[in-house]
C-alpha cells in the first residue's frame, strides 16, 4: 500500500465518522454559538465539511502563502448542504490521492506568510495534520457544541454513551 492509499483509507473512516456527525446536524440551531469568540454551530460543520478540500492545496503545490490566498469561507446552514458537500469534497480529497507516489508524498511542502515560514514538513505530514487532525480536532468541538445543545453525540469510532441503551 502507497502513502496516499493509507491516507485515503484513513480518509475514509475519518469521513464515516463525520457523517454520522452532519447527520445528526439540527439547522433550528445553526446559529448558536457557546461563546461570542467561537464559531457558530454551522460555521464549524461547514469548516469540518472544508478541511479535505485543501488536499488541492497541499498536494499540487510545493508550498501555500497565506499571504497571497483569497479564502472565502463557504458558510452552509442546512444538513442536506452539509451533507451534499461533505459527499462531493471528499470523493474530490480521494481523487486527489489518487496516483501519487511515495516519493511525491515525502517531498518537501511549506506553508508561508509572506517571506516567513511557518511550517516545513512533507506532503504526507502536511496532509495528515493540517486536513485530517484538523477534521477530528474540530469533529471534536462539533461533539462539545452538540452536548450542550442537547443533540446526541455519535460516537465516531464505536458507541458513543448516547448510542448505547445503558
Same mark, same amino acid.
Given at each position: 500500500?502507497?502513502?496516499?492509499?493509507?491516507?485515503?483509507?484513513?480518509?475514509? &473512516?475519518?469521513?464515516?465518522?463525520?457523517?454520522?456527525?452532519? @447527520?445528526? /446536524?439540527? @439547522?433550528?440551531?445553526?446559529?448558536?454559538? #457557546?461563546?461570542?469568540?467561537?464559531?457558530?454551530?454551522?460555521?464549524?460543520?461547514?469548516?469540518?465539511?472544508?478541511?479535505?478540500?485543501?488536499? +488541492?492545496? &497541499?498536494?499540487?503545490?510545493?508550498? /501555500?502563502?497565506?499571504?497571497?490566498?483569497? +479564502?472565502? $469561507?463557504?458558510?452552509?446552514?442546512?444538513?442536506?448542504?452539509?451533507?451534499?458537500?461533505? @459527499?462531493?469534497?471528499?470523493?474530490? /480529497?480521494?481523487?486527489?490521492?489518487?496516483?501519487? !507516489?511515495?516519493?511525491?508524498?515525502?517531498?518537501?511542502?511549506?506553508?508561508?506568510?509572506?517571506?516567513?515560514?511557518?511550517?516545513?514538513?512533507?506532503?504526507?505530514?502536511?496532509?495528515?495534520?493540517?486536513?485530517? !487532525?484538523?477534521? &477530528?480536532?474540530?469533529?471534536?468541538?462539533? !461533539? &462539545? +457544541?452538540?452536548?450542550?445543545?442537547?443533540?446526541?453525540? $455519535?460516537? #465516531?469510532?464505536?458507541? !458513543?454513551?448516547?448510542?448505547?441503551?445503558?
Amino acid at each position: 500500500m502507497t502513502i496516499a492509499q493509507a491516507i485515503a483509507a484513513e480518509f475514509q &473512516v475519518e469521513a464515516a465518522a463525520t457523517r454520522r456527525f452532519l @447527520e445528526r /446536524f439540527e @439547522e433550528k440551531d445553526a446559529d448558536w454559538q #457557546p461563546h461570542e469568540k467561537s464559531m457558530t454551530l454551522s460555521r464549524l460543520a461547514t469548516h469540518v465539511v472544508e478541511c479535505p478540500d485543501w488536499a +488541492y492545496t &497541499v498536494l499540487d503545490a510545493d508550498d /501555500f502563502d497565506l499571504a497571497t490566498m483569497d +479564502y472565502q $469561507p463557504p458558510h452552509w446552514k442546512t444538513r442536506a448542504d452539509l451533507l451534499e458537500n461533505h @459527499e462531493r469534497i471528499g470523493a474530490g /480529497f480521494l481523487k486527489q490521492c489518487e496516483g501519487r !507516489s511515495d516519493d511525491a508524498m515525502r517531498a518537501k511542502w511549506r506553508l508561508l506568510q509572506g517571506d516567513h515560514i511557518l511550517m516545513e514538513t512533507t506532503r504526507e505530514a502536511a496532509v495528515r495534520n493540517i486536513i485530517l !487532525s484538523h477534521l &477530528v480536532h474540530h469533529r471534536g468541538q462539533l !461533539s &462539545v +457544541y452538540y452536548r450542550l445543545l442537547g443533540i446526541a453525540v $455519535p460516537g #465516531p469510532y464505536g458507541p !458513543s454513551a448516547d448510542d448505547r441503551d445503558d
